[in-house]
């Protein structure tokens, strides 16, 4: 037989496709995660499908809730104003530039943000009216039975400026950590990644405001320290506590952007969040280290911001746990819907063509 007959030829090794840069497949890979993966268009139109799912279902939530409680709440009206612009947006950055997948991905992260913080925060406010009795005693017991003392911890550290002006800083980067979370997974490419920390967020927070419900209070500056007065601690905890009151009341009937400040005490979510940004960066050592160090004050600091017992904390870190044990499930799930429902699409857009 001719050596250049057919038979003959070696068969061409199989070329294997290369994963996107920073994209991680799960351990039991479903086909909407593979599409991701892959790179295809069809998963390109929505970058986030588990963040959306739920983002839409946090919206309808509490919009739903203010209606039924009769509440009055602006802090929504953004969501609409935005969608549109936001969806023209990524779409026409898609369609006109398909490879700048980045740009298109950050305009949606952007706009999951927008609707999942002010989601976010109305449902903490509607949870807030659950008129349920206040658990500020049993906490403050549980305290004391660790061997602390909120009051008189507090006193003494009134009388340490320098140490309390570093703490209230690590406080406040609370709203800077999720949105830098954010940019470096968008940075490097770790978009599948990215969902998981947005799913993960908002576990922790459905969870807190489950706990919050079940187990509400007033905190410990508002609930224990009175009139008390402090030099240089902060008492944002009084104005909290007044608002819990005021819900409980109904006295207060409009969530505003005042909202996105954040009313729960136990748990605290800060202490959730403490956990849940380095365990979503912990592939990138030069950033991991400084963000524990930041996370580690950030975790103290909200003992003494006066809105979180020492029980908050631990309670924080439960939720954290729950959140990043759920989270890979729960993304699972909503990427096996999603993948249905384009499947579901798919199989009318190829009948309505006569195919």
């Not at 470096?184 to 807190?208: M, N, P």
């Not at 009175?226 to 819990?244: Q, Y």
């Amino acid at each position: 037989m001719p050596p250049n007959s057919t038979s003959s030829r070696q068969p061409r090794p199989i070329r294997r496709v290369r994963e996107p840069s920073g994209i991680k497949t799960s351990a039991e890979p479903n086909e909407f995660a593979a599409a991701i993966a892959s790179g295809t268009r069809k998963a390109q139109l929505i970058a986030f499908p588990a963040t959306l799912i739920l983002a839409i279902a946090a919206y309808l939530l509490a919009l739903a809730g203010s209606a039924l409680l009769d509440i009055k709440a602006p802090v929504l009206d953004g969501v609409p104003l935005c969608l549109g612009p936001g969806a023209f947006l990524c779409l026409y950055c898609r369609l006109a530039f398909p490879r700048a997948t980045r740009a298109a991905q950050a305009i949606e992260a952007a706009f999951m943000i927008v609707i999942l913080g002010l989601s976010l925060a109305c449902l903490s406010y509607i949870a807030a009216m659950m008129d349920l009795p206040l658990r500020d005693r049993e906490m403050s017991m549980i305290d004391r039975g660790l061997g602390f003392d909120w009051l008189q911890v507090m006193t003494g550290l009134d009388n340490w400026p320098a140490a309390l002006k570093l703490l209230d800083g690590a406080y406040a980067t609370f709203t800077l950590q999720l949105i830098g979370t954010v940019l470096v997974l968008l940075i490097a490419k770790r978009t599948r990644e990215l969902d998981r920390f947005f799913v993960t967020f908002v576990c922790a927070s459905i969870l807190a405001e489950i706990a919050s419900i079940v187990i509400p209070t007033l905190g410990p500056m508002a609930a224990l320290a009175g009139n008390h007065a402090f030099v240089n601690l902060p008492t944002v905890g009084r104005s909290t506590g007044e608002i819990v009151l005021a819900l409980r009341q109904g006295t207060l009937k409009s969530i505003d952007l005042g909202a996105i400040d954040g009313i729960i005490s136990f748990p605290s979510l800060h202490a959730a969040v403490a956990v849940i940004v380095p365990f979503s960066l912990r592939w990138y050592k030069p950033l991991f280290w400084p963000v524990v160090a930041v996370d580690a004050l950030m975790l103290v600091s909200a003992v003494p911001s006066g809105n979180h017992y020492l029980a908050d904390i631990f309670g924080g870190l439960a939720v954290a746990a729950l959140a990043i044990v759920c989270s890979p499930m729960v993304q699972g799930s909503l990427e096996r819907l999603t993948g249905s429902l384009y499947r579901r699409s798919d199989v009318l857009w190829a009948h309505a063509k006569g195919e």
